[in-house]
């Protein structure tokens, strides 16, 4: 296979394709994707190619000027400051880049000039090499030095490998990071005020149920496995990748995945999913759940039931042609999600409802177990008779839980001793 996100001199952008950092800081974290000291590198040895790709055309094509004549727009920095901010003499207010070049003191290292508007390209290029630290609040940072979070719900024994933790203390006035990492047979639990507005990156999760019930900012579900996730509304985007066999359950502004394999999106968004590339047997189904607290949550990140384009995915990069990569979940496969915890709200439905024949399956479902229970009423069954039959009945559900691994979903429920509405806090 040809890597596309190769570039021409060899070098990609840090690779998501190994392990994690360690919560204890080790050097075991072989993940660039995750570690700020590659974003670093990388920026500051492809520093001089950037700031070139910002060049107003003729600063490129006027062969008569050299280098140290370039000069580099304000708009060109402005751009940049996408990718670098930063403080002045380590206080505690983050600015944009343009913002801190344009201050005074800087002006001699940086080459501003107040006539052109401009910045000395050799003179901008040095002050930001000697300039760039790694991301003090970034996922490193977070991992290393972080708050550990603790989490409602938790199943003694297998958390030592996971890490959970937040960087909400030491970041002044940008928004916070909450990373969940290799969390193994868990129902997690949490809603409160540490994810309102929240950059939450999840990583290598396995066979767990995981309740977010907060506004968010953005959420990263990276190389997860037979797991559910269910978000509080999500200002931002949600990103899957590289995920087997998980369902996310979410009303977000925008959805994306790739190299996805198995997976199903229950939600209600405005606009249309992003399928990318590497996808295989996704299932898109509508939005179904609800907690009490979820409309409010929507108003808060400016999100409402309409329009909803959950049914019509966008395929952004088709592989070879295959239109196959998803399908629409069939009503018939279609049940409601119960989120099993107390809270305090108004919500007591799926917002907007659901489309008329996923209702009507539900509908026809019901219909079933109410003719089941007056036919059982009706049959005239002794109390010996009803208490061997209600055995049977119970057995019969227990299989099906064993079988179907649902067992360990409910079993990961039961509350912990001081009560069960810790669940949701």
Same mark, same amino acid.
């Given at each position: 296979k040809v890597s596309l996100r190769r570039s021409l001199i060899g070098e990609e952008w840090p690779s998501p394709r190994t392990k994690s950092p360690s919560l204890t800081g080790k050097s075991t974290s072989e993940n660039k994707n995750w570690n700020d000291q590659d974003h670093r590198a990388f920026v500051q040895s492809h520093l001089s190619d950037m700031l070139e790709l910002l060049l107003e055309p003729e600063q490129l094509t006027a062969s008569s000027h050299s280098t140290r004549s370039r000069l580099v727009s304000y708009e060109a920095i402005c751009a940049l400051s996408f990718l670098i901010e930063g403080t002045v003499n380590k206080s505690r207010t983050v600015h944009p880049l343009h913002e801190l070049a344009l201050w005074q003191p800087c002006h001699g290292q940086n080459g501003y000039s107040k006539v052109s508007k401009a910045f000395s390209f050799p003179k901008l290029e040095s002050w930001l090499r000697s300039c760039l630290t790694t991301n003090p609040f970034g996922m490193t940072a977070c991992l290393k030095s972080g708050?550990?979070?603790?989490?409602?719900?938790?199943?003694?024994?297998?958390?030592? =490998?996971a890490k959970i933790a937040c960087n909400t203390r030491v970041v002044p006035e940008v928004f916070p990071m909450v990373i969940m990492s290799q969390v193994y047979k868990q129902t997690l639990a949490k809603s409160s005020d540490t994810l309102v507005g929240a950059h939450v990156r999840i990583h290598r999760c396995n066979e767990s149920f995981i309740y977010l019930l907060s506004p968010l900012r953005s959420v990263t579900i990276e190389k997860c496995r037979n797991s559910t996730f269910v978000l509080g509304p999500v200002q931002a985007s949600v990103h899957v990748q590289s995920c087997d066999n998980v369902k996310v359950i979410v009303v977000c502004h925008r959805l994306s995945l790739s190299s996805t394999a198995g997976c199903t999106f229950? /939600?209600?968004?405005?606009? $249309?999913?992003? /399928?990318?590339?590497?996808?295989q047997a996704v299932s898109f189904a509508p939005f179904h759940t609800h907690y009490p607290m979820l409309e409010d949550h929507m108003a808060q990140v400016g999100l409402a039931t309409l329009p909803n384009y959950w049914d019509t995915p966008l395929l952004v990069c088709k592989d070879s042609g295959d239109t196959s990569v998803f399908?629409?979940? #069939?009503?018939?496969?279609? *049940?409601?999600?119960?989120?099993?915890?107390?809270?305090? @709200?108004?919500?007591?439905?799926?917002? @907007?409802?659901? #489309?008329?024949? *996923?209702?009507?399956?539900?509908? $026809? =479902?019901?219909?079933? &177990? $109410?003719? +089941?229970q007056k036919t059982v009423k009706e049959a005239g069954l002794t109390k010996d008779q009803?208490?061997?039959? $209600?055995?049977?009945?119970?057995?019969?559900? *227990?299989? +099906?839980? &064993?079988?179907?691994?649902n067992r360990q979903q409910l079993d990961s429920l039961v509350p912990p001793a001081v009560g069960s509405k810790q669940a949701a806090g």
């Amino acid at each position: 296979k040809v890597s596309l996100r190769r570039s021409l001199i060899g070098e990609e952008w840090p690779s998501p394709r190994t392990k994690s950092p360690s919560l204890t800081g080790k050097s075991t974290s072989e993940n660039k994707n995750w570690n700020d000291q590659d974003h670093r590198a990388f920026v500051q040895s492809h520093l001089s190619d950037m700031l070139e790709l910002l060049l107003e055309p003729e600063q490129l094509t006027a062969s008569s000027h050299s280098t140290r004549s370039r000069l580099v727009s304000y708009e060109a920095i402005c751009a940049l400051s996408f990718l670098i901010e930063g403080t002045v003499n380590k206080s505690r207010t983050v600015h944009p880049l343009h913002e801190l070049a344009l201050w005074q003191p800087c002006h001699g290292q940086n080459g501003y000039s107040k006539v052109s508007k401009a910045f000395s390209f050799p003179k901008l290029e040095s002050w930001l090499r000697s300039c760039l630290t790694t991301n003090p609040f970034g996922m490193t940072a977070c991992l290393k030095s972080g708050k550990k979070l603790a989490w409602a719900q938790q199943v003694e024994g297998t958390t030592r =490998r996971a890490k959970i933790a937040c960087n909400t203390r030491v970041v002044p006035e940008v928004f916070p990071m909450v990373i969940m990492s290799q969390v193994y047979k868990q129902t997690l639990a949490k809603s409160s005020d540490t994810l309102v507005g929240a950059h939450v990156r999840i990583h290598r999760c396995n066979e767990s149920f995981i309740y977010l019930l907060s506004p968010l900012r953005s959420v990263t579900i990276e190389k997860c496995r037979n797991s559910t996730f269910v978000l509080g509304p999500v200002q931002a985007s949600v990103h899957v990748q590289s995920c087997d066999n998980v369902k996310v359950i979410v009303v977000c502004h925008r959805l994306s995945l790739s190299s996805t394999a198995g997976c199903t999106f229950y /939600i209600l968004t405005p606009t $249309q999913p992003l /399928i990318l590339s590497g996808n295989q047997a996704v299932s898109f189904a509508p939005f179904h759940t609800h907690y009490p607290m979820l409309e409010d949550h929507m108003a808060q990140v400016g999100l409402a039931t309409l329009p909803n384009y959950w049914d019509t995915p966008l395929l952004v990069c088709k592989d070879s042609g295959d239109t196959s990569v998803f399908r629409l979940l #069939p009503p018939s496969d279609f *049940y409601t999600f119960v989120i099993p915890f107390e809270m305090e @709200g108004d919500t007591t439905e799926t917002p @907007g409802g659901l #489309p008329p024949a *996923y209702q009507k399956a539900l509908s $026809q =479902r019901e219909q079933k &177990v $109410q003719i +089941w229970q007056k036919t059982v009423k009706e049959a005239g069954l002794t109390k010996d008779q009803r208490k061997q039959f $209600q055995m049977l009945v119970e057995n019969k559900f *227990y299989e +099906w839980l &064993v079988q179907t691994g649902n067992r360990q979903q409910l079993d990961s429920l039961v509350p912990p001793a001081v009560g069960s509405k810790q669940a949701a806090g």
